[in-house]
């Protein structure tokens, strides 16, 4: 998918409750003509969201019938369309009443990944991804979306989620206000040690408005 996507459901169910759909905005997002409607199927499919709205049930579990989402799929992006989004996305963001949770794993390392870049044979490899993913977020730290893509080229890590991510940092560039881009978490699913090994990498990064 080279666009993204919104869905007609008009709620998500969860073990914790269910989620209603703001109808209204994704019917005004796709008003703008540049988002396409998931099929039931795809929307079904997409396990990144399913992974985040129980999380997003429970922190909001007292107030479950008070909010609604927007669940955006964000497909495989030119640089010039993640610009676009960020452009489009940017008021709702910038608008208090909004949350937003953009869903990445960071590097996925290992034959079977296709992924096996180690150029700093003084540590461990996966002292190696570590490196590799935190430069990455300190880049994304910096919110300049055109130095994250550069990194992706660079480096080609297999960050799953590096449009959304991308769109996300173009949105605090169309901003009205300052943001302040932390990481606040990093973890790696096992500890590569042989090239036979392989790992995922996981980074909790937090967009806070400045005063």
Known sequence: MKTCGLTKLDTWDTPL?????????????FGTGNFIWNTKSVDEDEHSL????????????????DISIVPIMVGSLSVDLEELYGKILAPY???????????S???????????TRYENKEV???KYIEELDRKGMKI????????????????????????PIAVMLW????SQFK????????????????????????GVLSFTKED
């Open 105 to 115: 794993d960071f590097c996925h390392w290992g034959e079977r990944f296709g992924y």
């Open 93 to 103: 963001f910038d608008d208090p009443e909004n949350f937003f949770v953009i869903s």
């Open 17 to 29: 409750g269910s989620l209603k759909v703001d109808k209204d905005t994704t019917n005004k997002l």
């Open 50 to 65: 399913e992974m985040q709205l129980p999380y997003i049930a429970k922190v909001a579990e007292k107030k479950l019938l």
């Open 179 to 202: 943001y302040n881009i932390s990481s606040i978490y990093y973890e790696q699913s096992s500890k590569v040690i042989r090239s036979s090994d392989s790992s995922v990498s996981y």
């Open 124 to 126: 461990p490899i996966y």
């Open 171 to 174: 949105i605090t560039k169309n």
């Open 140 to 163: 994304i730290e910096s919110g300049d979306p055109v130095q994250f893509s550069k990194y992706l080229k660079e480096t080609k890590n297999t960050i799953c989620g590096r449009c």
